[in-house]
Structures are given as C-alpha cells and as structure tokens.
C-alpha cells in the first residue's frame, strides 16, 4: 500500500518535472519563468529554481538567457515586496493592516515574532542579511517586504537582491550549461531522491528563518 503511494506521488512529481521541461521548447518558457521568480520574491512560497534547472536543461544554450530573466524577475518582485512593506504593512497609525494579518496567518515564513526580529538583524547586519536570504534557501519574502515595512535603505536594499539573485540564478546555470549532460543523466537516474531533497531543503529554510529569528 505505502509503495502504491510513493509511487504514485513519484509520478505526478515526474509529470511535473517533465511538463517545467517542455516550457523550454516553447516561446513562453522565460515568461512563465519570469513570473514565478517575481511572484516568489514577495509572496509565492515555492522557489523558482527547479523550474530554472528544467528550463536549463531543455534548452542549455539559453542558460544565460534564464538566469537573467529570473535575475531581473527576482530582483523586481523583491522591490514589489518592500513596496507591500512600505506602503500596506501598516494601517497608518503603527497598526498592522488586514494585509499583514493575511500573511501572516496564511503565507509560510512569516509570522509576527520572526518578522519583528528582522529589525534587529538590519541594525546589525544590514546589506548582507537582503545579500544572504537572497542567495540562500531562506524565505527571500519576508526579507524583501520586512525591509519596507521597516524603511531599510532602499539603494543598499536593491544592490544587495540584483547582486545575491543574479549570483545564485548565474551560478545554477552555469554549473548546468557546463556540465548540463552529465547532470541530466544524474538526475534522471535519481529523480526521486533528488525531489524528496528539493523539498526538505525548502522545508529547511523556513525552519532555519524560524531558528534564527
């Protein structure tokens, strides 16, 4: 019964990493790319990264090509991010708004403790704590908003997303058009395991935002 399951949920994984793969022979791949790395940055939940790997991997002569567009994606969706801090995150009198309310109750990484304790970690840290939850598994999103709501710098807040995004989608795309075939092979050889890691490391990343915060 339990391996029924498994595989079951290993196949509609795989359907799923197969059709990501077909968005690289259309004209709308690095849209649909576009998109997701500038939703994820302010509020969608799930990284664009496997989707940028399967894009990579369908066409490695557009490598570059993605990485860019989900660099400037990202790097817009962060400034998106800080303009819901900026301007939505209080009701005008230090309140949180409904907006807030809503986040927090319903979109992973944030809630009211961790997000109050950003503020500190910007006294102290500044540009690398934007630099380090844009290159790392940690929730980009309630840094980017976070960092409105708490008025951070913005130019030092914008170099610190182009930098850290352009530095992680630029490396997972290099690696793959320099050694795209050899990859491939191994990830279709280990798909599975592969997509239960994707998935931990996700989880990991909202656990380790709530350690450290």
Do not use: C
Not at 73 to 87: C, E, N, P, R, V
């Amino acid at each position: 019964m339990t391996e029924a399951i498994e595989t079951k949920q290993n196949s509609w994984i795989r359907r799923t990493y197969d059709w990501l793969l077909h968005w690289a022979e259309t004209p709308y791949g690095w849209l649909v790319l576009f998109i997701w790395a500038f939703t994820e940055s302010s509020f969608f939940p799930i990284p664009p990264d496997a989707f940028l790997i399967a894009m990579v991997l369908g066409a490695r002569k557009r490598a570059f090509t993605f990485a860019l567009s989900a660099s400037i994606a990202s790097a817009l969706g962060g400034m998106f991010g800080y303009g819901i801090g900026h301007f939505l995150w209080w009701d005008g009198t230090g309140i949180y708004s409904n907006l807030a309310h809503f986040f927090y109750g319903n979109v992973p990484g944030f809630s009211e403790h961790a997000f109050l304790k950003v503020q500190a970690l910007y006294d102290t840290w500044g540009f690398w704590v934007v630099f380090t939850a844009g290159f790392t598994p940690i929730p980009y999103k309630v840094i980017t908003i976070s960092a409105g709501a708490f008025d951070i710098n913005f130019t030092v807040f914008v170099i610190a997303s182009i930098l850290s995004r352009s530095a992680r989608f630029y490396l997972v795309s290099w690696l793959l058009w320099k050694y795209g075939k050899p990859i491939q092979a191994f990830i279709d050889k280990y798909f599975n395991w592969l997509s239960i890691a994707f998935v931990l490391l996700l989880a990991g990343g909202f656990v380790l935002i709530k350690f450290l915060l």
